[in-house]
């Protein structure tokens, strides 16, 4: 039965943790990414790092559709042991917040495109190659499971006005 777990804020010790690496993909690990979808979806948010739901694990899920047509349906990606492995020279400037972070938000540069490589969750391999704010979510979420927050990125942090365009949170 999935369940929707407590989202831990800052200073919460777990969010600058670096998390394990997962070697068992059995019961324990599916009900998490199960709660993670759920939790994510409920936020709501597009992207959730288990240490977020106060677990110490490799696990990031996220779920987003293309931001250019929103017809496309969002695609949700569950990734166990995720490493980011080519990192494009390109990089953009885009505002980033967190739901471990409430309240703040940040201007953050980031690779423009990603090839992330790890786990599915069901331990097969899996390869994704990301652009744009898939990329941008894809390399939060990871920076979630070697303890970093957007805030030690960010070249400037605000608090949002209400009329602020709606930005990404992860």
């Known amino acids: 039965m999935m369940a929707i777990r407590n989202i831990v804020i800052v200073p919460n010790p777990v969010l600058r943790k670096k998390a394990?690496?997962?070697?068992?993909f059995g019961t324990d690990l599916q009900e998490l990414i199960d709660d993670m979808v759920e939790t994510m979806r409920e936020a709501p948010g597009v992207g959730l790092a288990a240490p977020q739901v106060n677990v110490s694990q490799r696990v990031i899920v996220v779920e987003f559709g293309d931001e250019e047509?929103?017809?496309?349906?969002s695609k949700l990606y569950a990734v166990v042991n995720p490493e980011i492995v080519k990192p494009?020279?390109?990089?953009?400037?885009?505002i980033e917040g967190c739901l471990s972070i409430p309240g703040l938000v940040g201007e953050v540069e980031r690779a423009e495109s990603v090839t992330i490589k790890?786990?599915?969750?069901?331990?097969q391999p899996t390869k994704i190659k990301a652009r744009g704010w898939l990329a941008r979510i894809f390399q939060h979420e990871?920076?979630?499971?070697?303890g970093v927050l957007f805030t030690d990125r960010a070249t400037q942090v605000w608090q949002p006005q209400p009329?602020?365009?709606r930005v990404l949170v992860t």
Do not use: I, Q, W
Request: aromatic fraction near 10%; avoid cysteine; charge should be negative.
């Open 142 to 146: 990871v920076d979630h499971l070697n």
């Open 118 to 123: 790890g786990f599915s969750r069901y331990g």
């Open 88 to 94: 494009s020279r390109e990089t953009v400037f885009g």
């Open 69 to 73: 047509d929103e017809t496309v349906p």
């Open 163 to 165: 009329d602020e365009e």
């Open 20 to 24: 394990h690496r997962v070697d068992e």
